[in-house]
């Protein structure tokens, strides 16, 4: 999401084999993640020769809550007991703990996670 983000910002269509070879991931691990992605509505795939992808939305309105609930949603659902003399209170600090996790995906858009500087150093 990352690269796409950077090549969203010149209003360009990235291809699978730019990406994988950019974030050192197998292509066929990584259109699995992208289908993912197309399918929560994050990104649009284009097909053909001057085909790829880019982002549906600007990647300050996209969160890594919205990714990660579109690659892996296991992780924003916590399986708890209630069940024995601890579970009540076990329960409850694992409660606060992933509301914690969750707010914290909310607050991290897309757009930080490019690297690149929002102010731009030129030199001359």
């Not at 992208?34 to 399918?39: E, F, G």
């Not at 890594?64 to 579109?70: N, T, Y």
């Amino acid at each position: 999401m990352a690269q796409l983000a950077r090549e969203d910002a010149a209003g360009t269509i990235t291809r699978l084999e730019e990406i994988a070879q950019r974030e050192a991931v197998s292509a066929n691990f990584l259109v699995q993640i992208l289908n993912d992605l197309r399918r929560a509505g994050l990104i649009v795939s284009k097909r053909g020769k001057f085909g790829g992808y880019h982002l549906e939305s600007s990647a300050q309105d996209i969160t890594l809550f919205d990714i990660v609930r579109a690659v892996e949603p296991t992780l924003l659902q916590a399986s708890i007991t209630h069940e024995g003399d601890s579970g009540s209170s076990v329960a409850a600090s694992w409660e606060k703990v992933s509301s914690h996790f969750v707010s914290s995906l909310k607050s991290i858009h897309l757009n930080e996670l490019t690297g690149e500087s929002e102010n731009p150093m030129f030199y001359i």
